[in-house]
């Protein structure tokens, strides 16, 4: 999948009693969900900026909604994406791989 490039957005999620992390990665135009293993691209995973529905072009933050919709904003695009936590399917993560993964991000980041 790659590294993460530009983390704009990073926010953590519940959806079924689970927590996910999610991230808005800018750069690559994606939009990447945590699992066990890591994380895998749910969104613009081919990583080309562009308008169709499964791509877009440098998104920079993203909200949720209480019918665990995604709402990313996508900046070129001039549009909000929506897209729902659910049907994407993001696998679960447990509590200590989030404290992990914001403590590499922070290492990253710093």
């Given at each position: 999948?790659?590294?993460?490039?530009?983390?704009?957005?990073?926010t953590?999620?519940?959806?079924?009693?689970?927590?996910?992390?999610v991230?808005?990665?800018?750069?690559?135009?994606?939009?990447?969900?945590?699992?066990?293993?890591g994380?895998?691209?749910?969104?613009?995973?081919?990583q080309?900026?562009?308008?169709?529905?499964?791509?877009?072009?440098?998104?920079?933050?993203?909200?949720?909604?209480?019918?665990?919709?995604?709402?990313?904003?996508?900046?070129?695009?001039?549009?909000?994406?929506?897209?729902?936590?659910?049907?994407?399917?993001?696998?679960?993560?447990?509590?200590?791989?989030?404290i992990?993964?914001?403590?590499?991000?922070?290492?990253?980041?710093?």
């Amino acid at each position: 999948m790659g590294g993460v490039q530009h983390p704009h957005n990073v926010t953590r999620t519940v959806s079924g009693g689970l927590y996910y992390l999610v991230i808005v990665d800018q750069n690559t135009n994606r939009f990447i969900g945590s699992s066990p293993y890591g994380y895998r691209c749910l969104v613009g995973c081919s990583q080309q900026a562009g308008s169709t529905s499964s791509q877009l072009n440098q998104p920079y933050s993203m909200s949720f909604d209480n019918q665990e919709n995604i709402y990313i904003k996508d900046k070129n695009n001039a549009r909000v994406q929506m897209f729902n936590l659910i049907q994407i399917q993001i696998p679960a993560i447990s509590f200590m791989n989030i404290i992990f993964i914001i403590y590499i991000l922070h290492k990253i980041l710093s």
